[in-house]
Nanobody, 114 residues
């Protein structure tokens, strides 16, 4: 079976940093993109960052300049480096891989608070 294992979430103070990881296992096939979404309480799930098979990257306006998405093809792993974190970044973060099928991680909680 295909599984996406997320890690790296936690509690951090405003201005701090976290690095999220998402490791894919199983037979996924050719990957079109690897993405990070987030969902805050009472809000819809939103796309935070995307990295395509051609290595192009896109970010939501709210995180540009603060977050960086990257991947390790040999490990089928995608990362999200989050710097200068704000309370507004508090959400459950979900890894998403688009291939033959669409796969989702279990979600990891990120809480930014003093």
């Amino acid at each position: 079976q295909v599984q996406l294992a997320e890690s790296g979430g936690g509690l951090v103070q405003p201005g701090g940093s976290l690095r999220l990881s998402c490791a894919a296992s199983g037979s996924i096939g050719s990957i079109s993109s690897m993405n990070w979404y987030r969902q805050a309480p009472g809000k819809a799930r939103e796309l935070v960052a995307l990295i395509s098979s051609g290595d192009s990257k896109n970010y939501a306006d709210a995180v540009k300049g603060r977050f960086t998405i990257s991947r390790d093809d040999a490990k089928n792993t995608v990362y999200l480096q989050m710097n200068s974190l704000k309370p507004e970044d508090t959400a459950v973060y979900y890894c998403n891989v688009v291939a033959i099928h669409n796969y989702w991680g279990q979600g990891t909680q990120v809480t930014v608070s003093s």
